[in-house]
Each structure stands twice: as C-alpha cells, then as structure tokens.
C-alpha cells in the first residue's frame, strides 16, 4: 500500500454523500408523489406551488433554446391535462417504472410540449413534471409547446381550471406562463435526430434554429411576431406532395414564393408552415448529421405516424383526444444504438387496438410478422380492463428476424440515400396495418356496440376529410378508390359544408379526372358530384359548372357504358337544380337529357336505367325555366313521352308516366288552371287502361307496381286543370282535420329526426325530387333533412332544429298520433281474430267426433 501511494500519490477521499434534499426538491418531491397518489394538489397551498414553478424556472433559465441529449430517451408528446392515462405509462413496467417510485429513470425523458388545455389535471400534470425536472434535472427535458403561451391557453380551459382550483389563482396561472417562457424550444437527440413540437421552421429560419445564436423568446409577443418561433410550435408536416401542388394551383397567394415549393402557409392553424418529405430532406441535406424529425402537435389515430418518406415521426400521447375513444396515446423508447424504436400505445376507453411495435433505424428491414405472442391474452385484457384502456406487457411483442447486413439491405432498396442515413421504419407496412386491422376488429367484438364504433369511425373519418380528399388524387388505384369511397360515406353521413367548401377545387379536379377513367370511379364521381351540390347548394356554381361539361359529354356519348351515363343522368339533374343560377348552363343540361331519352326507343329491354334517369332529370328540371319555353317544350316532346306509356319495361312506363304527370303539374302552375295537353282524353284513357291493366303477358309483381302507381298518376291527369292547383292544398287541410278526400292527389308524409319533424311531399315535382334524394342518400336521408340546411330549405322545412329542445307536439299532431294508434290496433285486432278462426276451424285427432 505504501509503494502505491509513493508511485500514485495518496488516494483522494470519497466525498461524503449526505441524503438530506434541498427544500426545492423536498416540496417536489412531496408534490410529485400526492399527485401521482391522489392526482390532486389541494394539500398543497398557492404559494408552495409558485415555490415549485420558481424552482423550475431557475433550472429551465440555464439551459439553452435547443438542448442536447443522448439515447436512450423516451419521447412523449402532446398529454394536454390528461394525467390519468398519462400515469398509465408508467404502471405494469411498460415505461420507466421507477417514476412511480420516485426513483432516477434509466432512459432521459423528453416531452415535446402542449401539457395544458382540454384534459381536467393541467394544473396537477404542469406540478407533477417540474417536480420531476427539479428532482432529475439531468433526465427530464421539457420542451415548449403551442399551448405553453399565454394567449393561447388563456382562451382554451387552462386559466378556467386554475381560477376554479385555486385561491390566488392570477399568481398561479403567471406564476405557470413565466416557467413556460423559460422552457427550451427543441432538442438534439444524440446530435442526430431533431425533436420540436409543431415542426422545421421556413428555410430563411434554417441557420438561425440550428446556430450558436439560437436563443429562447424574451416574451410571448415575441413569439407572435416572430416567424421562427411560430414555425417551430405550429407548423405541421403533410403525408401527401400533392397536396401542396393543389394549394399553389388554386390559392397562390398561400403558396410561399421562391425556389421552394414543398412548403406552405399552415393555415389550419393560421400560424406556421405545413411541409413534406422534400422539404425534410432539403434540411437533412443542410444539416448531414441530423438524421430525421420527432414531433408532436397533430393527433393521430393510433397515437404515432410515419411520414411516407420516413423522416418524420409524430408522436402524440394523450388518448381520447377531445373526447375521441378512437385515439391512442403513444410514448416512443428510441434505443442506445439510435437502431431500434420501441412504441408503447396507451388505448383509450372503447378503442380497439393496443400493440406494440418494433421499428428499425438506419437501414430498411425485409420483415416478416411471425406471430404476436399472448395475442389472445392481449385482447382479453382490453375486454376485461375496468378503466377501459390496456397496455400490452413489454415481453409481449411482435418476432422480428435480425437486421440485414448494409450491403444486404443495400440491395433489397435500403442504405444511404444523398450520401446519408435516412430515418427508415419497416418496409413492410401493408402487413402490419392488416394486423392493426386485425386486432381491431376482435377486439371490437368483445367490446361490443357496434353503433358506438361506427358513430367514432364516422367522427374520425370527418376529421380526415382533408387527408381523404388528398388520397382521392393519388396515382395508384387502391388508395385513389379507398379514399373516394370514405369521402362518399364521410359526405352520406355527416353534414359538412365548411370543409366541403374549404376543399371544393380540389374535389372539383377529382370529380373531373375521375370521370375520365374506369367505369366504377366514373360513377363515384357522379355519386360525389351530387353529394357535394346538397351540402353547397349555389356556393359551389362555378367548379360545378366545367364538372358538369364533362358529364355532359359523357352522357350524350353512345359509346359509354349505360351504368357511366344513367350516374352521369341523375347528378346532372340534381347538380343543376341545386347549384346552378346560370340559365345557359342549364339549358345546355335540358337540352342533353331530352336528346337522350328522346333518342331512345319504346321497344327492347336496353337502356331503361338511362331513360330513367335522364327523363326524370329533364322533367325535374323544366320547372326552372319560364312559362314561353316550358310550352315549346311541351308541344315538342310530349307525344313521344306518351308513346313510352306502351314500353316494353314497366320501369320504363313507370318513368315516362311520372314525368307526364310532373309536365303537367308545371305547365298549369305556370301557365294557367286551363291548360291541356293536345291529347289529354286519349291520355286520360292510355292512363286509365294502365292503372287496371290486367295482362297475362306480364309479371304479376309489374301488374301490381304499374297498377298502383297510375291510379295516382291518373288522379292527377284525369282531375279538372281548374281544380288542379287548389287540390292540394284542399287535401292537406282534409288529412290535418283526418278525412280522407275523395280523390287524392300525390302526397307523402316522412316522419324523421326522432318523430318530431314530419315532411310532407305535395305534388308530382316535389315527390319527384323527394325520390331522386332517396336514391342518392338511401339511408342517410333523414340525417339531411334533420341538420342540411340546403334540404330543408328545399322542402320548406325551415331552420335546423337545436337538438337540446324537444318539440312540443300540438293538437292536431296528438290527434293524428292518436289515430295512427287506433287503426294500427285496429288491423292487429283482425289479424288476431283471423288466426283464432284458423285454430278454431281446425280439428285434432283427440278432438271428439
């Protein structure tokens, strides 16, 4: 020992380690645990909670803008106040047990910002992280979000919730918005990849966020004039380059100018820059060590997205985003070796997924799923979790083989791409999104509610909408088609103008192509035209009217398919009399319909579902013109509508009479109570032979559709024209006071939005229009008339009602009510009474003779 000491010198002491705390990490550490025990902070005064923001701000003040840090670190991004599945991360030694505990974590946590607003524990969850800063001030990194800022979170719930759980709740809440003006604004994980919350700043901004100068804003005003700090907090990133193209096609003045055109104005957020792959990669090019882009910001379904040019990863952690249950929460593991990411997906109450996944950093890997081990046990564990979320155990994971060598991975289309290591995640994305889909629907199953599921896909789907509409321009078949078919049931199912409206040239372009290509996508874009007339009404005339050139074409076009032709019919019909003002436009629609069905023969099977569509559009139509041209076109094609009586079809009957019939009703409200077809007593005699046709040549089931729809039609041809325009309103008042008229005309009544709203269909043109609406909504259709203003303006039905106040019945509705009853117990009397004669009439083998 001596000849050591001699050679090296006397050992220096071990300092002593003393285990008192500061008072600073005494209260945060007594903090931190009553939240985590209690999720509440009323133990604690306001002023030991300003002692708390005070101690944070002292540590936060010397760390830099953009902060260093080395792997392994966990990534958290937006909790937004909701620390209940917050803390679940922690439980079942899925991440960082040990915080828990109160114990140092074995990876650095990094947290991209937006701990406030909307969720009911800010304040606590704001406590409970500077607590966790002042006690590792070494492993927690916090980072600022949008919402960290004074006038933004003073207008969601953060200042509400502090004013309601605090006595000196002003000191608080300043005491809360100075800490956040002292938090870093981005990290620099292993000087390789890049972490903000929003995304990359505009590239003017490039050397100024990556620079020695970088520094944090002295004040929020700064933030509000600053494009650096904006860009940094709001911007966002687009999975889709064309989407960008559209913006510059149809709103330059969005558009940024210069040699840049991947990046654009955010103006979702009014704040910020929206970017894509390109514009990532021009950065990484700037920057060689920076490698790829961790973000928060956006919520996503699954709590995590790649970009399509894997340099980008969102990361977003709160589940049951703005009471969505179909959102996850996920926190990302990235590793030592900055090679592999380990997702962690907290599932919100009655989502249907909960996996977790292993992704491959630096180099693509040729994966292939084996199995997922306890796959059962895992959706048994959703079904039976009380809280309603669950966390897939960390031994639990998806069989991954071991990465491919670089040069294997080389050939197989990985490596370097300009001279660099890109941010790559399985190349085998197909099968793992069929196994998401997989486990979705199981775990549905046992869940339950169908209807619940459907109801959140739907909401889902109608935030999506934008992304929808970008896929629908895609290149390739698939996705074009999958995203047509989710903007058609998006638009079936919801009432959307505004984003119908904000995305009009876009869709207008995709009707447009869409039309041009296979028969199957021309008819969605017919169904879609249509869809988007009803939720616009006039506000869309202009795109509608070059959308409605090509459907002209193609209808007035022989060669075309008759399926192609009858959509392209119907929505030219329902296009104009919703959308279009113009009257060239819509004299140029007439004249294509009444070519086509005029052009047609009574004789043969071919065609029928084209003369169908096109002569009720062109009868739908008529009734927008002025009095002089509906009389030409009457004497002009009104014998040939009757020679299509005598049909071979009875759809073809069928459809030429209620034309006649809406012809007629049109020319005596605009010409007079006196007027007459040339030919009416003939007419009167074709049309009563139909309504007592008894022909053995044809079916039984067209006897009883053609007899009982030209009973009506005849009422309405054979009635006097000078009584005509006051039958209705005569039968009306006769049903209200419940006495059946003696000869009716055309009138249905729909009960919809609960029973409290009843539409009636008066007239041959209104029941017309009401059919054309039915096949295009099918289902949906009392959705529309319940909350579409265009519809309900279209039958009278007045403003949409508020859901919150029940419609009081009046007394002619209770006594209509009434009725209704009586005759329905009425016919189930003598239903009953005529299987108890069948019992009676019958004998059985016991019975005596």
């Known amino acids: 020992m001596g000849l050591l000491n001699s050679v090296f010198g006397p050992a220096e002491p071990k300092p002593k380690q003393s285990n008192e705390m500061s008072p600073a990490k005494t209260l945060a550490h007594q903090i931190a645990a009553k939240v985590i025990g209690e999720m509440s902070l009323s133990a604690f005064t306001d002023k030991q909670i300003i002692q708390l923001m005070d101690a944070g701000i002292e540590l936060f003040e010397k760390e830099p803008a953009r902060v260093s840090l080395q792997a392994p670190c966990i990534i958290y991004g937006d909790i937004h106040g909701n620390l209940p599945y917050f803390l679940k991360f922690f439980s079942h030694g899925h991440v960082e047990p040990q915080i828990l505990k109160l114990l140092p974590p074995n990876s650095n946590l990094l947290f991209l910002g937006d701990y406030v607003d909307r969720g009911d524990f800010s304040l606590e969850l704001v406590a409970l992280l500077v607590s966790l800063k002042v006690l590792f001030p070494n492993k927690v990194i916090l980072l600022r979000g949008n919402h960290e800022v004074e006038s933004t979170n003073r207008n969601y719930t953060f200042y509400t919730e502090v004013e309601t759980k605090r006595t000196d709740f002003d000191s608080v809440y300043q005491a809360c918005n100075k800490l956040f003006t002292k938090l870093p604004l981005c990290a620099v994980i292993s000087n390789t990849f890049l972490c903000m919350h929003g995304g990359l700043p505009r590239p003017e901004c490039w050397d100024a966020l990556m620079g020695d100068n970088f520094e944090k804003p002295q004040s929020d005003g700064e933030i509000d004039d600053s494009n650096l700090y904006l860009d940094v907090l709001w911007s966002d990133v687009t999975n889709d380059a064309n989407k960008l193209r559209l913006y510059k096609k149809y709103e330059p003045d969005m558009a940024m100018q210069g040699d840049w055109s991947n990046y654009r104005f955010n103006q979702w957020c009014n704040a910020g820059i929206e970017f894509n792959d390109d514009f990532v990669e021009k950065f990484c090019n700037r920057f060689p060590n920076i490698r ?122 990985g490596g370097s791409v300009c001279g660099r290591e890109r941010l790559e995640l399985l190349s085998d994305m197909d099968e793992l999104e069929s196994l998401h889909s997989s486990m979705t629907g199981a775990a549905a199953d046992i869940g339950g509610g169908e209807s619940d599921d459907e109801n959140i896909e739907s909401v889902a789907m109608v935030d999506s909408f934008g992304d929808q509409v970008e896929n629908a321009l895609d290149k390739r078949v698939s996705i074009r088609t999958k995203a047509m078919d989710n903007i058609l049931l998006v638009l079936h199912k919801h009432c959307i103008p505004d984003n119908v409206l904000k995305w009009r040239c876009p869709i207008a372009e995709i009707i447009e192509k869409n039309l041009k290509r296979t028969s199957e996508e021309a008819v969605r874009a017919c169904s879609l ?258 909350s579409n203003e265009v519809l309900r303006e279209l039958f009278d039905l007045g403003p949409v009602l508020n859901e919150d106040e029940p419609q009081k019945l009046t007394k002619a509705q209770k006594s209509e009510r009434l009725s209704q009853f009586g005759e329905q117990q009425k016919q189930r009397n003598i239903s009953r009474s005529k299987g108890r004669s069948k019992k009676m009439g019958g004998k059985h083998d016991f019975d005596d003779d």
């Open 292 to 413: 790829g882009v961790f973000r928060a910001h956006r919520h996503e379904e699954k709590g995590h997205k790649i970009n399509k040019g894997r340099t980008v990863c969102t990361v977003f952690s709160s589940p049951n985003y703005v009471e969505d249950a179909k959102y996850s929460g996920t926190a990302l593991k990235l590793s030592a070796d900055l090679k592999r990411l380990h997702f962690t997906v907290n599932v919100g109450q009655k989502a249907a997924s909960a996996h977790l996944h292993n992704f491959n950093i630096g180099h693509t890997v040729q994966a292939t799923w084996a199995k997922l081990v306890n796959g059962g046990q895992l959706v048994q564990h959703i079904a039976n979790s009380q809280v309603g979320m669950a966390l897939i155990n960390g031994t639990s994971q998806l069989a991954l083989p071991s990465a491919a060598p670089p040069a294997a991975t080389a050939k197989a289309g």
């Open 529 to 786: 035209a249509a869809l988007i007339s009803l939720q616009l009404g006039v506000d869309i005339e202009d795109e509608m009217c070059a959308v409605l050139e090509v459907m002209r074409q193609i209808c007035a076009d022989a060669s075309a398919g008759e399926a192609v032709r009858a959509s392209c019919a119907q929505a030219i019909g329902i296009c104009v009399y919703l959308s279009v003002e113009s009257r060239g436009h819509r004299f140029a629609a007439l004249q294509t319909l009444k070519n086509v069905w005029v052009g047609m023969k009574p004789t043969g099977t071919d065609g029928t579902s084209l003369f169908s569509s096109a002569i009720a559009s062109w009868a739908l139509l008529l009734e927008r013109f002025e009095p002089s041209f509906i009389t030409a076109a009457i004497d002009e094609v009104q014998p040939k509508m009757c020679a299509f009586l005598e049909s071979t079809t009875v759809e073809a009957r069928i459809s030429a009479g209620e034309a006649l019939a809406t012809v007629f009703e049109i020319a005596v409200k605009s010409l007079g109570d006196d007027f007459r077809f040339r030919n009416h007593a003939e007419l009167a005699r074709l049309l009563g032979d139909l309504a007592l046709d008894s022909s053995k040549q044809r079916a039984k089931r067209d006897k009883k559709l053609q007899r009982m729809t030209f009973r009506q039609l005849n009422d309405v041809l054979a009635v006097d024209s000078s009584t005509l325009t006051t039958a209705l309103a005569q039968q009306q008042q006769q049903q209200q006071q419940h006495y059946r008229p003696c000869r009716p005309v055309l009138l249905t009544t729909v009960r919809f939005n609960g029973q409290r709203e009843t539409l009636t269909v008066q007239g041959c043109h209104a029941k017309l229009l009401y059919d054309a609406m039915c096949q295009l909504l099918q289902s949906d259709l009392n959705r529309h008339l319940t």
